[in-house]
């Protein structure tokens, strides 16, 4: 697989996050952290998700963009736009009810200048399960397939904090 890449720019008052190769959970955190920064971007008026280059994308990076797409949706209210191409990613996009929460195009982003690589946030295992555990609340939340399909999943991980919590 390609290895993942997040890029980053802010220009005109438009922020654009580019994602490329086969993005998964180890990049939570960074994408958690970019959810952050939008919430501290007082002139924000619109959002680009450009996916044109990933390959994978699995259900944690999903719900973490699912978070930025609510958080748009409700700060400035309308959807973030997701460019997206490959099949699979605009399948899941699909199967996940991602369509009233973004507007999809295949159409390329504006020409806006240099992204910039952002790190890899690193995180150890209980940040990591809690970062999880939140990307997966959020996509239960976009509707009820998504609840019957991660439901599971999440209990598991409650019950696997649970554990941990007596284990020290």
Avoid: W
């Avoid at 490959?86 to 159409?107: C, I, K, N, W």
């Amino acid at each position: 697989m390609t290895e993942a890449r997040i890029q980053a720019a802010y220009v005109d008052h438009v922020f654009i996050l580019k994602l490329a190769g086969d993005v998964r959970l180890t990049l939570c955190a960074t994408l958690d952290q970019q959810v952050s920064a939008l919430a501290r971007l007082t002139d924000l008026e619109d959002v680009i998700i450009d996916l044109r280059d990933v390959v994978n994308l699995d259900s944690t990076s999903l719900g973490f963009l699912a978070k930025i797409a609510l958080a748009i949706k409700a700060r400035l209210n309308r959807q973030p736009v997701v460019i997206a191409s490959h099949p699979d990613v605009l399948r899941m996009f699909e199967v996940m009810g991602f369509g009233q929460y973004v507007t999809l195009s295949e159409a390329p982003p504006p020409n806006v200048g240099p992204l910039y690589d952002l790190p890899v946030v690193k995180v150890d295992e209980e940040g990591l399960r809690e970062r999880i555990l939140d990307a997966h609340r959020t996509l239960m939340d976009m509707n009820d397939r998504n609840r019957d399909e991660f439901q599971p999943l999440v209990d598991l991980l409650e019950l696997q904090r649970f554990d941990a919590g007596y284990s020290r």
